[in-house]
């Protein structure tokens, strides 16, 4: 029991919630419970696919640190780069019917796999000379009585070798948000904002403000009010008391995993996408559409049938489609492969508008972030640095 209760803690279970039903719990706790249930039976080999998904900043550390310590044989599946590196001791890719192991974690299997590859790319610029050298003997000397032997031997030396294939990289996926209107250095401000649920008082006298151009994630501990915080910025809330204020031309966009109200489900994929779509042609929204991994007919589904997760999907790429001049993001990597991870990094990096986030993918963070806000017992406090910065600060 003590165990449970350690994990469940962990897991970011508050006090009290041991005792209550399953029932209670939203989807994602009660996939934090399973996971919770199989932490503590410690089996001998544990599988877990895509574990952080459903698990805030503070939980996925919190586990990074556990599986670190368990004994037992892992097998894990995840699109969280940093997790991988600090959990894994190999690396085993499944690409094209083949399955290749690499003995390290996510970092060393990155640099292993690209030595590989140049590896095998000289081996075939190198076997590619020599048979065209072959075949220029054979062509050569092909009549000349003389070399009939020779030339027989190159032949069937040239039938029996093995080529060196190349595999093809997957394609690049890359696109460009159209950059919204300037908006007023002050882009978006609450003022001595105050928030309660019932009893529970999540803020009560709250100064916040976003700059135009500022990349700020949200980070602290389970049921801080970073969500909170997100909805109180884009409006979703309303303030018991206090205020929020919008700069000049300043337009906000919020996006959360629930945020499937704005699909209309009797529309395709392409025809949701392309209601939203500024100026872009099709093709450019079907590039941006296969960043989600809609692919080919995909694009054809209506919406209704849609999985949860696809339709987190859409709506993301549906608001980036027609960004507003500030972009609130709530968990924007949950249901994204590493591809398109990287295409939406490089777009929010060269977003001119401002953006404020929460996200447990610490490689997401990394590559995005300029600026930490730690949430924690109704009070925000700033860090004006990118996350190494924030945890040297708080390592200090």
């Avoid at 007023?184 to 999540?202: F, M, N, Q, R, T």
């Amino acid at each position: 029991e003590v165990r449970a209760r350690r994990i469940l803690a962990g897991l970011g279970f508050r006090p009290g919630d041991e005792e209550r039903t399953l029932r209670s719990f939203s989807g994602g706790y009660v996939m934090r419970a399973e996971l919770a249930r199989l932490l503590i039976d410690l089996p001998d080999v544990l599988l877990l696919d895509e574990p952080t998904n459903h698990l805030d900043l503070e939980s996925v550390l919190w586990l990074q640190d556990f599986l670190g310590s368990y004994r037992g044989t892992l097998v894990l599946i995840s699109h969280d780069r940093a997790f991988l590196s600090a959990t894994t001791t190999s690396i085993v890719e499944v690409e094209g019917g083949q399955v290749t192991r690499y003995s390290g974690n996510y970092e060393s299997y990155v640099r292993e796999r690209a030595e590989r590859r140049a590896q095998v790319e000289a081996a075939a610029k190198n076997q590619e000379r020599r048979i065209k050298e072959t075949e220029r003997f054979i062509e050569r000397f092909r009549s000349k009585a003389t070399k009939a032997r020779q030339v027989q031997s190159r032949i069937k030396a040239l039938e029996k070798e093995e080529r060196i294939t190349v595999a093809k990289e997957g394609p690049k996926v890359r696109f460009r948000f159209p950059q919204p209107e300037r908006t007023s250095e002050l882009a978006l401000e609450l003022s001595s904002v105050a928030k309660a649920y019932g009893d529970v008082k999540v803020y009560s006298s709250l100064d916040f403000q976003l700059r135009r151009g500022e990349k700020t994630v949200l980070v602290g501990p389970n049921g801080a009010g970073k969500s909170t915080l997100l909805k109180l910025l884009a409006g979703a809330l309303v303030p018991d008391t206090g205020e929020r204020k919008l700069g000049l031309r300043v337009s906000a966009g919020y996006y959360t995993q629930h945020r499937q109200d704005m699909l209309d489900l009797e529309r395709t994929v392409l025809e949701n996408a392309m209601a939203c779509a500024r100026e872009q042609g099709e093709t450019f929204v079907r590039t941006m559409l296969g960043a989600f991994l809609f692919h080919g007919d995909d694009v054809k589904k209506k919406a209704a049938v849609l999985s949860g997760g696809e339709k987190s999907r859409l709506a993301l790429a549906m608001m980036l489609l027609d960004p507003p001049t500030v972009l609130l993001m709530d968990e924007p990597t949950n249901h994204l492969d590493m591809a398109s991870v990287d295409a939406l990094i490089g777009a929010l990096n060269e977003f001119d508008g401002a953006l404020c986030f929460v996200s447990h993918d610490v490689y997401f963070i990394r590559h995005v972030a300029r600026k930490v806000v730690r949430v924690e017992a109704g009070a925000v406090a700033e860090y004006p640095g990118d996350w190494e910065y924030y945890c040297w600060k708080r390592g200090a």
